[in-house]
């Protein structure tokens, strides 16, 4: 075995497009963690002949987190030079030589994903980050550009090696882009054709195109126009460009025609253990390399960590050479991320590849052949064991989930190392080799999993069936011991201990690790009769003769037992902390007792060696407990976590510390020989080499293992002082997991905890076991979130469990930052200066006056001292002494209770003069007068809880009074809520209620009511009105309504809830009437609600709102057909402005008529479909009655009023009713009438009469039926509103214009219209006014006249001179009451007249015939004299007499204004003489005649004939 150090490095980082690079010359370089490992390659590695040239030479530190790209500056003369990206958002220019930092900079704001050194500029680094930010960084002249590009994640980037201005690069969504810096980072070709992450992107080595013969391929993707290319570019001689994507295939590109050339796509390769499933998405990372001397050759990575060689020339074969085709198990076993080409001293062509099983492996580019491989560990290297029968076979445990046995004596291969993962899953924290068994090794890990390997074999281990419940922290071969419970002849002759970290120490039995683990502290406990609690085990060691165990204790004790009972003969009491490490002497040392030497290490940083040959051979009846140590060896300045002794020297040993170094001690001597300070972390574990004496392994928590010599280090001891801060900085400057300093003492914080607790992160991204094949147990987990590159913290952290950069990630930043801050908070409390000084504060003294009168002059204090003396020893009362005392009152200390009574009374009343009455009352306290303490502090106002919580010591009374007393300072104080409670203390319940009530704390006044009184008690009821009627005054109705409710008062909170009128405020007051069983109020909030929804046009909660009852379905229907008449006038744009209204979805039927469509819908969703269902509803909706309508009536109102009627006609007619249906439709008409929309009764004429009312008259039978006046009635008005529409389409230029028409006669009273008429008149009657006939067709004269002929007929209707009678008589009766009306009026003005003045007043006659000048003008056209009041009686009895003779047939119904009719047919005859026959017009005039003697008609009577 060859003297020479060795490194077990970290496993290079994982997911990076560029993370390893290579210089002719054989140096390599891989980023690991956060840090550049470098390796020497070739002759210059000076290895020893045989062995594979290659050796780790240094590592680049610099980096806070973990690395993401590394490149060598590939210039000859600089090959001493490269960069380095990492997540620390800095970019790192290095001397490699030096391993020094030349300079940095930190320019990028986001996580840098790709890095790059110009092969063609000396002196520029290209990084580019996941936003898509690209900086370009010249070295020499320390000058910066920024670009972006795309606002998309760059995944790698690559500059020409022909032109010095390209570059490159590959997003993660596919696109390929190639820029020209120099002309600030424009796109000069944009590549698209892959449809996923870009992982590598590889110029041809030649320039031109002429190197390969490939055509463009025919299903290559269209040719896509890109930037500017002038013709002086470079670009336009062209190159090739490969890359490879995540979607399986490589593409080779053509820069002079900016697209595709060629396509591979990577085949599926049988391998060991089966074939790969090409419909199941396997984890693949497809990097290139495009040989220097070979161009028409290209190196990609496959599915399973195979590389293959493509022949290009032959592209329609892809053709492709597996590397190390012909020998097994040479490939790498997972993904591939990284390939170097480098070139060797002597010429040799080789390939570097990087991969996800963690090795690094060399392959001879001549016959694709791996040269070697270095192995790397991807955890904390937590356990070493060499193998006692296999010599030279250490074993690590690593914190990845493998096993790794590395046979250190290999001749050929100085990394000789298998992996064992099967069935571990978790770190490996234990190990131990079977002292005879050949390849038989125990492992335990951080699970609690203890384990058999057999490591000649390939078969999964055989795992205990009986777990710790925490991680493993020993493993030891010993005898066993009774408990197995087996005969004599099957007990194996070496049984396993492993010691947990919940303190256990179990027994497995090797041939049956199915039955259960004995657990020996029941055996210690009956074999010496301990009664006690066992302490908790931390380490277990078994001497070398297989006699003695020892057992190490959390309290920092160790235990000595005997065989075969464990009987304890010895306990050691040196520690005084966790014990982590127990090492018994070797037996083959030149003098015997050395092999009784046991050495310890615990979490202090002492290690202590006992000579225990005394003990053990005296054998001691009962335990020997030692407190003095054989030997101490001091020097370090951490915990110690692992001891080994040297098995070729008597009494040296080497010790492992938390302080990163490892030391080799003479313990003979107590004498420190050599340091080692290789590591950068903590170190773990330690051993020594079984074959060379000057060799030592260690493994830290740095990912290393190293091999070093106990002769080549400088140092002789852990270093001290500065040196050991230096070395803690060294070992900060890589971001360690937060330890976890101190745990509660029931659990074990040593060592072994931290190791596996301690790093979070780690345990994070080791979870995943190692693969064969590309395949692991928990890779399906992986493969659901399959891993981004690390181009961000987030996905760094989440994508990789096994990432093997623990500690390098952002979040871990994070961490040790807000534990930093925790320890800071921790060490700044007890220095607060507020409290120091609040304890440093002197309290007030209870007595001042009399310390003072102690700490006057001399005299006087011996003059106190005879005083006292007198008064204590004179035999009777003296005066002289009683003065004495009154002038000394302080001495009543000293004397009897009166005098201490006065000296109370003069401190008291002291205190009070200087305002600190709780002294006082402490000083009533001690006197023990507590009523009269009360009293004074009660008169004072100055009571406190503490006083009268001391009350009840006075008797009950006194504390009633007390409290009583409190409540009344409390409530001066404003405290009434505290005075309550403290009456509630005496269970004056009724007087806390009431106070808080008469004090408006309602809230509270109710929660003491409900809590102390009785449910039924009239008090809580009389609260709840009380705060309801408060409530409701001030608009908090919500809360208001739930007092009522609480007082059961359900009527008024459905009131108060509707006070507000909004539509919410009334469906929930109408939903709770509703549940309390209120249906008549709950049907009218219904109602009001609806009503509300209507203004809005909310017609789907209209129908909700009026679902909430039963009885509301008549007014259903009534909402319903007001829904489809609005939706109907809406569709014909007569609404007030279109809009979006929330329509029902009811079924609309547009074919049949409007009265069709609302039976239909009635039948499908109110389910009407018999008479009597109909009977009934029309007997709900007749109980309703609404008021007349008026010029005023608002429109929403109106329509619903109408529509109330008109559901009665509907359902009337539905029920075979057609006399109510009449009347109905009827009323409907009157009341559009009566408000004066025209429009609306039109509407109304044709929705339900399209077809005139002559089919109504054989529905109504009789001529003599009562309901023929109703029906005449209703007949006459629809005529009258044709009689308009036909004269008004006379002067518009269609019939059709009605519609534009009624929209400005919307909304006119018949007075109104009567007006329009007078003012209209003259134009209409001058014929060259109004010619509508020259704009007229002939097809509209003849339309019009056929209208005429039917207008002719059907006024004859209209002229009726008994309706014209009694409607001149109703005018005169109008008119004589509205004279009568304005006589009062202006009589009670000149009474007030009168009233005001001194005299009387001479203008009273004027003013009486001025006053009756108005009304006599209304009934005597242009006379002045005044009407009389008889004359006016003597009218309105004629008026009333004329009314009273017209048969009642008459009177009933309400009919269209005769005299109007008579107006506007007369107008039509002037404009159309043959439209109105000659003999109507006489009817007309003779009309107007005789009933039209009120002015309004003799004006427009006379304006048609003068």
Not at 686 to 704: E, N, R, T
Not at 1453 to 1461: G, K, S, T
Request: charged fraction near 25%; charge should be negative.
């Amino acid at each position: 075995m060859g003297q020479e150090p060795r490194t077990l490095p970290p496993s290079p980082n994982w997911y990076c497009s560029r993370c390893s690079d290579a210089v002719p010359g054989g140096l390599f370089g891989f980023a690991a963690r956060t840090s550049v490992f470098l390796v020497r390659v070739g002759p210059g590695a000076d290895t020893i002949p045989g062995t594979p040239p290659f050796r780790v030479i240094g590592e680049l530190v610099g980096h806070t987190e973990k690395v993401s790209g590394f490149t060598f500056c590939h210039h000859p003369d600089q090959y001493n030079l490269c960069a380095t990206s990492s997540d620390d958002g800095t970019v790192k220019i290095w001397e490699v030589e030096a391993k020094t930092v030349v300079t940095e900079h930190a320019l990028h704001q986001h996580t840098i994903s790709a890095l790059h050194w110009s092969p063609r500029v000396k002196d520029l680094i290209v990084s580019g980050d996941e936003k898509g930010v690209v900086f370009c960084y010249w070295l020499n002249r320390n000058d910066s550009q920024h670009l972006f590009i795309e606002p998309r994640t760059i995944f790698c980037l690559t500059c020409s090696p022909h032109h010095e201005d390209l570059v490159a690069i590959g997003y993660k969504d596919g696109i390929v882009v190639i820029i020209d810096i120099s002309k600030k980072g424009e796109v000069m070709h944009r590549l698209r054709g892959h449809d996923d992450e870009i992982h590598s992107i590889a110029w041809c080595p030649l320039s031109g195109e002429d190197c390969l013969s490939i055509n463009q391929e025919e299903n290559s993707e269209p040719e896509i126009p890109n930037g500017k290319v002038t013709a002086q570019t470079p670009v336009t001689k062209g190159c090739y460009l490969a890359t490879g994507s995540k979607d399986q295939t490589i593409r080779i590109w053509s820069c002079s025609r900016g697209r595709g050339v060629m396509t591979l796509k990577l085949p599926f390769l049988k391998r060991r253990g089966g074939g790969v499933d090409p419909t199941v998405k396997e984890r693949l990372w497809l990097t290139l390399h495009w040989p220097k001397d070979q161009p028409t050759q290209l190196v990609s990575s496959c599915f399973g960590g195979e590389l293959l060689l493509w022949d290009l020339t032959q592209s329609w074969r892809r053709k492709y050479t597996l590397f190390s085709g012909s020998s097994e198990g040479q490939n790498h076993s997972r993904i591939v991320f990284n390939l170097c080409p480098l070139q060797t001293e002597e010429d040799k062509q080789l390939l570097l590849s990087i991969s996800m099983d963690r090795d690094v492996k060399c392959w001879d580019m001549a016959t694709l052949e791996c040269c070697w491989t270095l192995p790397s560990l991807g955890g904390f290297a937590y356990s070493l064991a060499f193998s006692p029968v296999d010599t030279g076979c250490l074993a690590i445990g690593v914190g990845d989930g493998m096993i790794r046995v590395w046979n250190t004596l290999s001749i050929k291969n100085n990394y000789d190392v298998k992996n064992f993962w099967q069935g571990v899953k978790s770190k490996v924290t234990a190990l131990c080799w079977h002292p005879t068994k050949e390849g038989c090794l125990a492992f335990g890990t951080d699970d609690g999993k203890v384990g058999l390997y057999d490591t000649y074999s390939n078969k999964p281990p055989q795992i205990s069936s009986t777990y710790h419940k925490k991680t493993v922290y020993s493993l030891a071969w010993g005898p066993p011991v009774p408990a197995m419970a087996l005969g004599e002849g099957d007990r194996p002759s070496l049984t396993l201990y492993s010691c947990g970290g919940e303190g256990i120490v179990l027994q497995h039995n090797p041939w049956k690790l199915s039955g259960e683990a004995f657990d020996i502290n029941k055996l210690i406990r009956d074999t010496n009769s301990i009664k006690y609690k066992l302490p908790v085990h931390t380490e277990i060691s078994w001497k070398a003769d297989g006699k003695i165990m020892a057992l190490g204790n959390e309290d920092g004790s160790i235990e000595i037992f005997k065989v075969p009972n464990l009987k304890l003969i010895c306990t050691i009491q040196q520690h005084h902390k966790l014990v982590n490490t127990i090492s018994w002497h070797h037996e083959h040392g030149s003098q015997p007792e050395l092999s009784y030497l046991m050495a310890s290490g615990s979490n202090n940083a002492v290690i202590y060696v006992h000579n225990l040959q005394t003990v053990i051979e005296s054998n001691p009846e009962s335990p020997v407990t030692i407190t003095e140590p054989y030997r101490t060896l001091s020097g370090h300045t951490a915990k110690i976590t692992s001891l080994a002794w040297s098995p070729h020297h008597d009494g040296r040993l080497v010790s492992a510390s938390y302080d990163g170094t490892a030391q080799v001690w003479d313990t003979l001597q107590e004498e420190p020989l050599c340091n080692f300070r290789g590591h950068r972390g903590r170190l773990l574990c330690v051993a020594w080499s079984p074959l060379d004496p000057d060799c030592i392994y260690s493994g830290a928590d740095d990912f290393c293992v190293y091999k070093w010599l106990t002769s080549m280090q400088e140092h002789s001891r852990p270093p001290q002082g500065k040196k050991s801060i230096e070395l803690e900085k060294k070992r900060l400057s890589q971001p360690k997991p937060k330890p976890k300093k101190k745990k509660k003492p029931t659990l074990r914080v040593p060592v072994k905890q931290e190791l596996c607790d301690g790093n979070e992160e780690e345990s994070v991204k080791e979870s995943l076991g190692p693969v064969e094949n590309g395949v692991s147990d928990q890779e399906t987990e992986e493969e659901a979130r399959e891993p981004e590159p690390p181009c961000g913290i987030t996905s760094a952290v989440s994508k990789e469990p096994i990432i093997c950069t623990p500690a390098a990630l952002g979040f871990e930043k994070s961490k040790s930052t807000i534990n930093n801050k925790v320890t800071l908070l921790k060490k700044d409390v007890p220095k607060e200066k507020p409290e120091a000084l609040i304890k440093k504060r002197k309290a007030r003294s209870m007595l001042p006056l009399s310390t003072s009168l102690d700490h006057r002059s001399k005299e006087e204090l011996h003059q106190d001292c005879l005083v006292l003396a007198t008064a204590k020893h004179s035999k009777g009362p003296n005066e002289d002494v009683s003065t004495d005392l009154e002038e000394r009152f302080h001495l009543g200390l000293f004397t009897d209770r009166a005098t201490l009574y006065r000296m109370i009374e003069v401190e008291g009343k002291s205190h009070l003069e200087n305002g600190h009455p709780e002294l006082f009352h402490q000083l009533m306290l001690w006197k023990g007068d507590l009523k009269g303490v009360l009293q004074a502090a009660a008169e004072r106002g100055e009571l406190t809880d503490s006083l009268v919580a001391m009350a009840p010591v006075a008797g009950y009374h006194v504390w009633v009074w007390a409290v009583e007393a409190f409540a009344k300072q409390l409530c001066f104080q404003d405290q009434y809520v505290k005075a309550a409670s403290h009456l509630l203390s005496i269970h004056k319940v009724y007087e806390a209620v009431e106070l808080l009530k008469s004090n408006h704390f309602y809230r509270e006044a109710i929660a003491i009511a409900k809590a102390r009184l009785r449910p039924e008690d009239p008090i809580i009821k009389d609260l709840y009105l009380s705060w309801g009627a408060i409530l409701e005054k001030d608009g908090h109705y919500a809360l208001a309504a739930k007092c009522y409710l609480g007082a059961t008062s359900a009527y008024d909170a459905a009131k108060v809830l509707a006070k507000k009128g909004d539509a919410a405020s009334l469906r929930t007051a109408a939903e709770l009437a509703s549940i309390v069983g209120e249906n008549e109020l709950s049907a009218s909030l219904a109602l009001r609600c609806a009503q509300e929804l209507l203004l809005a046009r909310n017609w789907v909660g209209a129908q909700e709102a009026l679902q909430l009852h039963t009885s509301l379905k008549g007014q259903r229907l009534v909402f319903c057909l007001l829904e489809l008449l609005s939706k109907h006038l809406e569709e014909k744009q007569l609404s007030e402005g279109k809009s979006s209204f929330s329509y029902n979805a009811w079924p609309a039927d547009s074919e049949g008529s409007f009265v069709e469509r609302v039976t239909a819908v009635w039948k499908s969703t109110f389910s009407l479909d018999s008479p009597e269902q109909y009977q009934a509803a029309f007997q709900q909706l007749q109980k309703i009655k609404y008021p007349s309508a008026t010029s005023n009536t608002p429109s929403k109102q109106l329509l619903l009023h109408i529509c109330h009627d008109l559901t009665l006609a509907v359902l009337s007619q539905e029920a075979g009713s057609w006399d109510a249906a009449v009347e109905g439709l009827l009323r409907a008409v009157i009341r559009s009438y009566d408000s004066g929309n025209f429009t609306i009764m039109q509407e109304v004429h044709s929705a339900f009469l399209p077809q005139g009312c002559d089919h109504l008259r054989g529905k109504l039978g009789d001529h003599q039926s009562p309901t023929t006046p109703a029906f005449k009635s209703l007949k006459a008005f629809f005529i009258y509103g044709r009689l308009y529409e036909f004269w008004w389409s006379l002067s518009g230029p269609c019939p059709e214009s009605s519609v534009w028409v009624r929209a400005a006669h919307r909304s006119k009273t018949s007075t109104e219209q009567s007006q329009e008429v007078d003012s209209v008149s003259p134009e209409e009657t001058d014929p060259k006014a109004s010619q509508p006939e020259p704009s007229r067709t002939p097809e509209l004269d003849v339309r019009l006249i056929e209208e005429g002929e039917q207008m002719q007929n059907a006024c004859k209707e209209l002229l009726s001179e008994k309706h014209a009678d009694l409607q001149n008589a109703q005018r005169t009766v109008a008119e004589v009451q509205e004279t009568l009306g304005e006589m009062i009026r202006q009589h009670q003005k000149s009474q007030l007249c009168k009233s005001t003045a001194n005299g009387p007043d001479k203008n009273e006659p004027e003013q009486e015939g001025e006053s009756l000048s108005h009304p006599q003008n209304q009934c005597k056209e242009e006379k002045n004299e005044p009407v009389s009041l008889p004359e006016l009686t003597k009218r309105l009895t004629e008026a009333n007499e004329r009314i009273a003779k017209l048969p009642e047939s008459i009177k009933t119904w309400p009919f269209p204004d005769v005299l109007e009719c008579c107006l506007i047919l007369l107008h039509v005859g002037s404009q159309c003489p043959s439209f109105v026959t000659q003999e109507m017009q006489q009817q007309a005039q003779e009309l107007l005649q005789k009933y039209g003697n009120t002015k309004v008609y003799k004006r427009h009577y006379q304006t048609l004939y003068t």
